[in-house]
């Protein structure tokens, strides 16, 4: 069956290229863009956009009739390092959004959720390495509390109501079409632009913290591939641990110097350092891989090299 989706914070990091994509598959007028204000203006003119406040359930009704929505991508959410200077904005946003969706679905006006969790879920107690799909779960930010409540909100959902919702959590997340806003894996973008900018970039995380991260491309794939998976296959209502590449900021600087061999990096730490530390290095992602078939294509050097040379095609276009 044909879908219509409806994507809540279609102008932030995610938002911008799955909107893009979505398009690209379902047809330009069947993607309804939102965000809680104009943004973005590629996800703004390449289709329908409409103003919504992802914690406004009514808002989202409206939109959802206007256009007989079957599907909702809820992307709006505060991150991890934003989320520890406004913890209860944090707390409101990223749960009054989900529990609106989640009634929205409940109440039977679509028939599909899409909700991202995040590698924050876990915690400094949690295994490093290979950190297992079930296992000790500490989480010590807001938004890190925020997901793994709203994960198991979304089990609760899909158990008691046969809400079909689906959610992955997201390690960091590399892009070079859209900026992150407020995230502590944030610094794996910037450190793009400014090498490309300036040939150098001071990092707020120490050279050797390794963490979990993702292309973009693949985190899109995996997105996508989750929501058209057969519902007997989706086997986890509470969300699937993917996982791509890993890397410390001193293994990145190695890989950006291959293309420009002056870049250099500094080392600048503060608060974000305290949260990269609790979260793990690896992340096992079996069940993703058995259940539905999840498997990325970009390593460390092949993303490296497709970010740099677009970036700097970017840059001598103007
Ligand atoms: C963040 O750093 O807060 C996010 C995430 C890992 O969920 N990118």
Redesign the pocket.
Known sequence: MSQTILILGACGQIGVELTEKLRTIYGTNRVIASDIRNGNTLSMSSGPFEIIDATNKEAILTVVKKYKVTQIYLLAAM???TGESFPEKAWNLNMTSLLAVLDIAKEKHIKQVYWPS???VFGPTTPKNNSPQKTIMEPTTV?GISKLSGEFWCQYYHDKYDVDVRSLR????ISWKSS?GG????YAVDIFFKAIEKGTYDCFLEENTRLPMMYMEDAIDATIKIMQAKSDDIKLRTSYNVSAIDFTPKELAVQIRQYIPNFSITYSQDFRQEIADSWPNTIDDSEARKDWGWSPTYTLSSMTEEIVKNLLAQKNQY
């Open positions: 991150l991890s390092a995040s590698i924050a938004y997201y390690p960091g997340i992150p995230g502590t894996t944030d």
